[in-house]
C-alpha cells in the first residue's frame, strides 16, 4: 500500500512569496489533515478535511493561508504572502474515516522564508 | 495554550535496558492517547495507544501507562534497541482538534 505522498520535499522562498504545497492521501482515506511542525515543538493541526468538506480550520491563518481538497482525494495547502515565522515542516495525514485517530502521515515538506 | 506537554527533550538508554518517555495533560476531557515515533526526515508513524477506560496496554516490546487522576501517561520500551532511536511524541484528540507534546529525543547507545 502507498504512503501519504507530499511534493516538495524542501523549499525556500523570500518573505511575502507564495507557495503552495500538495498531498496525496492514502487511496480510501477519508479523512486528511495538514500540520505545521516549527522546529523544536510538536505538530499543530491546521485544517481537517473529510472528504472535500472542511471539518475544524480553527487553528488556520485565514487571512494568509488556504487550503482545498477537490474532489474529496488529493489536497493543497497554499501560504501567501509567507511571513518569516512560517518556515516550519508542513505535515499531510489521512486515515482511512472520521473518527479514526490512527493518522497516517506523509514525509513532510519543509519550508524556509529568507 | 499546551494542553499536552512532554517535559523531557532528551533521553539516553544503554541498549537492552528500560526507556520510559512521559507525557504530562492538562484537558480532562481527553479519552483517548496516542504514541508516534519520528525519524528524521520522515512523517511520524503511529506506534500505540490508550483509551481512557483502560490504565495499560501492551504491544510487543511497547507499553503504554495511563494514570487519569495524575494526568499523566508513559511510554515503556523493553528491551530498547539502537532502532530505537527517534523522537517520540504522545497526542491526544478532541473533538475534532489533535493536539501533540513537544517530543522526547530517544537515543539508544549500542
Known amino acids: 500500500e502507498a504512503g501519504v505522498a507530499q511534493s516538495p520535499r524542501y523549499k525556500i522562498i523570500e518573505k511575502r512569496q507564495s507557495v503552495a504545497f500538495w498531498c496525496n492521501p492514502i487511496?480510501?482515506?477519508?479523512?486528511l489533515y495538514w500540520y505545521q511542525q516549527i522546529l523544536g515543538q510538536g505538530p499543530k493541526l491546521l485544517i481537517q478535511?473529510?472528504?472535500?468538506?472542511?471539518?475544524?480550520d480553527s487553528q488556520l491563518p485565514k487571512d494568509r493561508f488556504s487550503a482545498e481538497r477537490l474532489k474529496g482525494v488529493d489536497s493543497t495547502l497554499k501560504i501567501q504572502p509567507a511571513k518569516l515565522e512560517d518556515s516550519a515542516v508542513y505535515l499531510c495525514?489521512?486515515?482511512?474515516?472520521?473518527?479514526?485517530?490512527?493518522?497516517?502521515f506523509g514525509p513532510g515538506t519543509r519550508l524556509t522564508v529568507t | 495554550d499546551q494542553q499536552v506537554k512532554q517535559n523531557s527533550p532528551s533521553l539516553s538508554v544503554q541498549e537492552g535496558r528500560i526507556s520510559i518517555l512521559n507525557c504530562d495533560y492538562t484537558n480532562s476531557m481527553f479519552d483517548y492517547f496516542l504514541w508516534y515515533k519520528k525519524y528524521p526526515a520522515e512523517g511520524p508513524t503511529f506506534l500505540i495507544s490508550i483509551s481512557s477506560i483502560k490504565d495499560k496496554n501492551e504491544d510487543g516490546r511497547f507499553t503504554v501507562f495511563l494514570n487519569k487522576s495524575a494526568k499523566h501517561l508513559s511510554l515503556h520500551i523493553v528491551p530498547s534497541q539502537p532502532g530505537d532511536s527517534a523522537v517520540y511524541f504522545c497526542a491526544a484528540p478532541t473533538g475534532n482538534q489533535f493536539y501533540f507534546g513537544t517530543g522526547t529525543s530517544l537515543t539508544v547507545i549500542p
Open positions: 495525514a489521512s486515515s482511512p474515516y472520521g473518527g479514526a485517530y490512527e493518522q497516517y
Open positions: 487511496s480510501g482515506h477519508a479523512t
Open positions: 478535511f473529510q472528504n472535500n468538506g472542511v471539518v475544524d
